[in-house]
């Protein structure tokens, strides 16, 4: 049974010197308005390069501006430390919008799940914005290649955006990545076997792994070992 747990995308100060992005955006240091303004002069798909991401929500523009709105209409109610705050989800989590819950694999392609995992709809009650959905080692980690973690048909090679043949680690690399590269304030992964863990220590990020039980486990699509 996989074991959902949040990954708590605190990036730690790095000694080592980051990668650039390609096109115009600087992965390092991106700030929430510059993710924005990349998105809409499409730099953003630059974050190709580390395939960490597997698909942008469509409506997360929209779900901004919302956001903002509520915040200028009733600061009170949007006072929520989460509100408006953009989360990368990891593909083995199901939300209930225009994405796909594939995790990484071309067999499930075209199944958008009909209600959000149970994490999801509380961040979604707390106001997150849903960026989109992070790679992972498809199926939890049964197709990787010989050589690095991270890869699923769909996402790609996972890369470490310090160093990028460094070996990623595996199941939530996705996430912890897209956390190093400052693509998402807040991203989401599952444990069964430090599967938060490793990839948040590997990429230099803090990941936190409550106690089992503590966070829903509903909607999320398991792994067996
Ligand atoms: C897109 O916007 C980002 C953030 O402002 C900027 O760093 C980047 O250079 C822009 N890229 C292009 C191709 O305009
Ligand atoms: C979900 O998958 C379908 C293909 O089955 C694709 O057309 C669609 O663009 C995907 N959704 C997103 C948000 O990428």
């Known amino acids: 049974m996989a074991r959902l ?3 708590l995308a605190v990036s730690v100060i790095m000694l080592a010197a980051a990668s650039g992005g ?15 303004r990349s998105f809409r002069n499409g730099s953003l798909t630059s974050a190709a390069l580390l395939h960490a991401v597997i698909e942008v929500n469509p409506d997360a523009l929209r779900d901004v501006s919302r956001a903002d709105a509520e915040r200028g209409v009733n600061r009170r109610a949007a006072a929520g430390g989460l509100h408006g705050v953009p989360v990368l989800i990891k593909d083995f989590i199901a939300t209930r919008d225009r994405l796909n819950t594939t995790a990484g694999s071309f067999a499930l392609l075209g199944s958008v799940a009909r209600r959000d995992a149970g994490v999801v709809a509380r961040l979604r ?11 992972l080692p498809e199926w939890g980690n049964f197709r990787n290649a010989a050589g690095l973690d991270g890869w699923s048909a769909r996402g ?8 990028l043949v460094v070996d990623p680690c595996q199941a939530s690399t996705g996430s912890a990545i897209a956390a190093a590269a400052n693509m998402a304030a807040v991203t989401l992964g599952t444990e069964t076997l430090a599967s938060i863990l490793c990839p948040a220590s590997v990429n230099s990020v803090v990941g936190i792994k409550p106690t089992v039980g503590l966070t829903s486990r509903s909607g999320v699509i398991p792994f067996h070992s």
């Open 5 to 7: 747990q949040l990954l």
């Open 22 to 36: 390609a096109r115009g955006f600087h992965f390092e240091e991106a700030t929430v308005d510059s993710i924005h």
């Open 125 to 135: 009650r707390a106001g997150v914005v849903v960026l989109g959905k992070s790679n």
């Open 156 to 163: 790609g090679q996972a890369m470490n955006p310090y160093v």
